[in-house]
Each structure stands twice: as structure tokens, then as C-alpha cells.
């Protein structure tokens, strides 16, 4: 989207304010399908440094992750328990930490979507 979506930053931006991590979305962006529940930034960036500090290889990005994001509309949608789905699976099975720009999302459903063999 050259334009991002207005409805789609209203949805962002009231999950901003509410520090709310239960809106569940799904979204096609660069011909990925990315489905799971949305994060405030800053706790999508605490979480990310907390994963990051326990890493032995890892933990020196921690800190890039633990400063605040800037203020203003949203300009990114972030994920956790997300998956990335691919034919049948969705990927990572757990669930993962995704940030998304609104700008290219070219498709988006409220809730997520899983698979079932039943």
C-alpha cells in the first residue's frame, strides 16, 4: 500500500492505548501470511529484549530493543504468537515475535487462522 490503511492504523492505535495484547489479526504483507495477536510496541520491544538478555550469543541487541519506540501514529503493526502460515503449518508452531509496516499490508482480517486435519 502506498497509503496505509486508515481503518488498519485505528486498529493499531487503539491496541497502543489500550496496552492490550488480544486483538487477534491476520495480515498479507509482501505475499506472507502473518496471523497471531497484537502488542503494544513497547511491550512487542520488552518482550524482544527479555528474549535477547537471556541469549548467550545474543544479548549485547538487547539493549536497542529496551528504548522506547518514537510517538505518533502507529506505523507498525507487532505480533506475538504469530505464525507465519505456509501450506498446512503454521511456522513457527509456538508462535513468534513480528513487526509489520501498515504500509505494506495489502490485505488484513480481524482474528487468526489456524489448520486442522479434522
Known amino acids: 500500500m502506498s497509503k496505509p490503511d486508515e481503518l488498519l492504523v ?3 492505535a487503539l491496541v497502543e492505548s489500550e496496552q492490550s495484547n488480544q486483538m487477534s489479526l491476520t495480515v498479507v504483507t509482501g505475499g506472507a501470511v502473518i496471523t497471531g495477536r497484537l502488542a503494544p510496541e513497547a511491550v512487542w520491544r520488552q518482550r524482544v529484549s527479555e528474549v535477547l538478555t537471556d541469549s548467550d ?3 549485547e541487541f538487547s539493549a ?6 518514537p510517538k ?4 507498525h503493526l507487532h505480533f506475538h504468537v504469530a505464525r507465519i502460515l505456509q501450506g498446512t503449518v503454521g511456522i ?3 508462535g513468534g515475535m513480528y513487526r509489520v509496516a501498515i504500509e505494506d499490508v ?13
Do not use: I, K, N, Q
Not at 106 to 112: F, I, K, L
Open 10 to 12: 485505528a486498529v493499531a
Open 57 to 59: 550469543r545474543l544479548g
Open 64 to 69: 536497542v530493543f529496551a528504548t522506547p519506540g
Open 72 to 75: 505518533g501514529p502507529p506505523t
Open 92 to 94: 513457527p508452531e509456538t
Open 106 to 118: 495489502s490485505a488484513w482480517t480481524m482474528g487468526d487462522f489456524s489448520y486442522s486435519d479434522r
